[in-house]
T-cell receptor, first 115, second 115 residues
């Protein structure tokens, strides 16, 4: 079975540019999560969706960050304009409905470097 | 609010020796607890989880963890370390209150296996 698919795997761009990260969750999963991983702060939840609707975006660092889920099989995380401090690994995860006891399945991440 | 503390950012053991990775949590409601493993350049994979019932939980690759409510702990163990166990390990907690909140992760423990 296909797992969570993220693209691109690596992204290097200059500050000020728009960056779009993409995620395809596991088919049938109702929840989708975006995380950011850095050495300093570890893994942080940015936002999560239930049935394509954003539920909690309190972890989104600034207005420069936005996330959408136009359908059950696709989500994007956009940074505009990007800054060097946004450099991190961004993970997407999905899980089945049924409450918070369901394990989350992670993609392999997008390693983002902002120069 | 929930939090997770993993004692020791790095743990080094000899091949064949006992592995013990420590995790303590705080939660205002009965927690759901998880251990994830991350290999280089990959996403997180679920090792095991505790939701309800038996407090000793067995996971993949010979790992197990015991939920001790009185100690607010969920330490991860493996009787005999293998070279392939070298990775980053994350303890995580979620809220059993019914909402599908994202996971709150510990900072991670890097497990080093000495030959």
């Amino acid at each position: 079975d296909a797992g969570v698919i993220q693209s691109p795997r690596h992204e290097v761009t200059e500050m000020g540019q728009e960056v779009t990260l993409r995620c395809k969750p596991i088919s049938g999963h109702d929840y989708l999560f975006w995380y950011r991983q850095t050495m300093m702060r570890g893994l942080e939840l940015l936002i999560y969706f239930n049935n394509n609707v954003p539920i909690d975006d309190s972890g989104m660092p600034e207005d420069r960050f936005s996330a959408k889920m136009p359908n059950a099989s696709f989500s994007t995380l956009k940074i505009q304009p990007s800054e060097p401090r946004d450099s991190a690994v961004y993970f997407c995860a999905s899980s089945l409905s049924g409450g918070s006891n369901q394990p989350q399945h992670f993609g392999d991440g997008t390693r983002l470097s902002i120069l | 609010a929930q939090s997770v503390t993993q004692l020791g950012s790095h743990v080094s053991v000899s091949e064949g020796a006992l592995v013990l990775l420590r995790c303590n949590y705080s939660s205002s409601v009965p927690p759901y607890l998880f251990w994830y493993v991350q290999y280089p350049n990959q996403g997180l994979q679920l090792l095991l989880k505790y939701t309800t019932g038996a407090t000793l939980v067995k996971g993949i690759n010979g790992f197990e963890a015991e939920f001790k409510k009185s100690e607010t702990s969920f330490h991860l163990t493996k009787p005999s370390a293998h070279m392939s166990d070298a990775a980053e390990y994350f303890c995580a907690v979620s809220d059993s209150g019914g909402g599908a909140d994202g996971l709150t992760f510990g900072k991670g423990t890097h497990l080093i296996i000495q030959p």
